[in-house]
C-alpha cells in the first residue's frame, strides 16, 4: 500500500512540473524581471548604434531597453557581453544633438506650454493618409476588435503589416490579458506592426475636476511610477515599450511635460480627434479609443477608410508607423 501511494506521490510531481513548464504562468513572468531603472549610454550593438534608456535583470542576466536615434526604433538588448558604458543623458545628447530622436525631443519641448496636445501632433505633412493611433485607457469593456478587423481587411492588398500605435495603460493590461494575447497573435501572424506607446498606469480622471488638476495633473501623483510601472508591465506582457508617450485625456502642463522628457520619452498629441469631430487630414495623427468607450470614433474611422477605399486601393492613401512618421519629420 505504501508503495502504491509513494508511486503515486512520485508520479502527481512529475505531472505538476510538467505542468509548471507546459502553462505559461504570468507570475513566473513577474518575478522575472527586476531592478528596473532609468539609465543611460549609448552603445554599439550588432552593428548599430543604440541609446540605452533603462536597464533590468531577467534571470540574473543584464537587459536593457534601448532605441535607434535614427529610425526610433525600440529594442530588448540582452546579452552580457555587449560594453555598456554609463553615461549621462545630458553628455549623450551634446555628443548627438542632431539624430532625429533627440531633435523630436527638443521640438516636444518647445511645445510644451499647451494644457492639451503638447507634444507632436501631425506627421511628415507630405504624406499621402493618416498615422492611426489607438488608446487603451483602462475600461471594463472588452477591446473593440473590429477596428483592427477592419484594418487588416482594408489593406491586405496594399499594407501588410498594418501599421498601428496603440497607447496603453497599466490598469488596461491588468484586465485584457486574452486581447493583449490577440493583439500579439496578429503581430505574429505579420498582419499588424504595433508601436506600443506608454499612457500611464493609472490614468487618473476625475469628472468636474478642472484640467489643471485631472489626469497626469492630479496633485500627489508619482509620475515615475506612472511611466516606469506601465514599461514595467508591458514587459511582463512580453510587449516592447517604444520611446513614445501620451498624456491621458492629452492633458499636460509645461513642468510635466519636461519630466516625461528626462525619461527619453517623447509626447505625441493628434491634431484629428475623430469622436471630437476633427478631421483627419494629409499627415494628421489621427486618434481613437479601442477601449469599447468611444463607438463613435470606431465608427468614423471604419468610415474613412471606407471613404478612402479607392485611394487605398491604388496606394494613395496610406497608413504610417508613427517612428518612421517622426523620423521623417527630423531628419536632415
Ligand atoms: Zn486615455
Known amino acids: 500500500m505504501k508503495k502504491v501511494r509513494l508511486k503515486f506521490c512520485a508520479s502527481a510531481a512529475v505531472f505538476i512540473c510538467l505542468l509548471l513548464i507546459i502553462i505559461p504562468d504570468h507570475s513566473f513572468a513577474q518575478q522575472a524581471i527586476t531592478k528596473y531603472q532609468v539609465y543611460n549610454a549609448d552603445c554599439f550593438y550588432q552593428g548599430k548604434h543604440w541609446f540605452i534608456i533603462r536597464k533590468f535583470e531577467k534571470g540574473g542576466t543584464p537587459n536593457y531597453l534601448a532605441v535607434d536615434p535614427n529610425t526610433l526604433e525600440a529594442s530588448i538588448i540582452d546579452p552580457p557581453s555587449t560594453t555598456v558604458k554609463e553615461s549621462t543623458w545630458k553628455q549623450i545628447q551634446n555628443k548627438y544633438p542632431d539624430v532625429p530622436y533627440f531633435r523630436a525631443i527638443k521640438r516636444a519641448a518647445q511645445q510644451s506650454f499647451a494644457i492639451q496636445d503638447a507634444g507632436i501632433?501631425?506627421?511628415?505633412p507630405q504624406e499621402k493618409g493618416i498615422t492611426l493611433t489607438?488608446?487603451?485607457?483602462?475600461?471594463?469593456?472588452?477591446?473593440?476588435?473590429?477596428?483592427?478587423?477592419?484594418?487588416?481587411?482594408?489593406?491586405k492588398k496594399t499594407e501588410r503589416p498594418v501599421p498601428v500605435a496603440l497607447s496603453i495603460s497599466g490598469r488596461f493590461m491588468l484586465t485584457h490579458a486574452d486581447d493583449i494575447n490577440w493583439l500579439k497573435g496578429l503581430v505574429d501572424a505579420g498582419e499588424l506592426s504595433i508601436t506600443w506607446v506608454n499612457h500611464t498606469y493609472n490614468h487618473h480622471y476625475s469628472p468636474g475636476v478642472p484640467l489643471q488638476e485631472n489626469?497626469?495633473?492630479?496633485?500627489?501623483?508619482?509620475?515615475?511610477?506612472?511611466?516606469?510601472?506601465?514599461?514595467?508591465?508591458m514587459l511582463q506582457h512580453g510587449l516592447t515599450p517604444s520611446v513614445f508617450f501620451r498624456f491621458p485625456g492629452q492633458v499636460s502642463d509645461n513642468r510635466v511635460v519636461d519630466k516625461v522628457l528626462t525619461y527619453g520619452l517623447i509626447p505625441v498629441g493628434s491634431d484629428a480627434w475623430l469622436a471630437k469631430g476633427q478631421n483627419a487630414n494629409q499627415g494628421s495623427i489621427v486618434l481613437i479609443h479601442g477601449n469599447g468607450n468611444e463607438p463613435i470614433g470606431v465608427n468614423d474611422l471604419i468610415l474613412l477608410l471606407q471613404t478612402n477605399k479607392?485611394?487605398?486601393?491604388?496606394?494613395?492613401?496610406?497608413?504610417?508607423?508613427?517612428?518612421?512618421?517622426?523620423?521623417?519629420?527630423?531628419?536632415?
Open 121 to 124: 501632433i501631425h506627421g511628415y
Open 134 to 155: 489607438i488608446d487603451l485607457c483602462p475600461s471594463h469593456k472588452p477591446l473593440d476588435r473590429v477596428i483592427f478587423n477592419s484594418l487588416i481587411n482594408e489593406f
Open 215 to 233: 489626469f497626469l495633473l492630479k496633485p500627489g501623483t508619482d509620475i515615475n511610477f506612472e511611466i516606469l510601472g506601465t514599461e514595467l508591465a
Open 310 to 332: 479607392a485611394l487605398v486601393f491604388k496606394r494613395e492613401w496610406l497608413l504610417y508607423d508613427l517612428r518612421e512618421s517622426v523620423e521623417d519629420e527630423f531628419k536632415n
